[in-house]
């Protein structure tokens, strides 16, 4: 069994920064590229960015691409997202995900086979 937890949501004003950090523990499994996700309510499960194992490769949403930064630490098997700049539009629960297979381009939460429970993001005006 994996775990993911995710921590470090808040409330913070148009403009701020928060650091998100993805904890991964119990059964060891091999390289996994980690994903992030969000979701505001009504509606679908959006896709943020993701990381490679290596943390070579690094692909992100437009809509986010300039403000967040996605990054890891394999020794702490923990990985982060660094959100700046942030905007009203920016709240949701945001999830972190774990791709066994590593790929890269992997924008589908089918592609994920592990998940966290969820961290909130509020962004007031």
């Known amino acids: 069994q994996v775990q993911l937890v995710e921590s470090g949501g808040g409330l913070v004003q148009a403009g701020g920064s928060l650091r998100l950090s993805c904890a991964a523990s119990?059964?060891?499994?091999?390289?996994?590229?980690m994903g992030w996700f969000r979701q505001a309510p009504g509606r679908e499960r959006e896709f943020v960015g993701t990381?490679?194992?290596?943390?070579?490769?690094?692909f992100y949403a437009d809509s986010v691409k300039g403000r967040f930064t996605i990054s890891r630490d394999n020794a702490k098997n923990t990985g982060y997202l660094q959100m700046n700049s942030l905007k009203p539009e920016d709240t949701a629960i945001y999830y972190c995900?774990?791709?066994?297979?590593?790929?890269?381009?992997?924008?589908?939460?089918?592609?994920?086979?592990?998940w966290g429970q969820g961290t909130q993001v509020t962004v007031s005006s």
């Open positions: 995900a774990a791709d066994p297979r590593n790929r890269v381009n992997n924008y589908s939460p089918r592609q994920y086979a592990y």
């Open positions: 119990g059964r060891t499994f091999g390289a996994y590229a």
């Open positions: 990381v490679t194992w290596s943390g070579s490769s690094t």
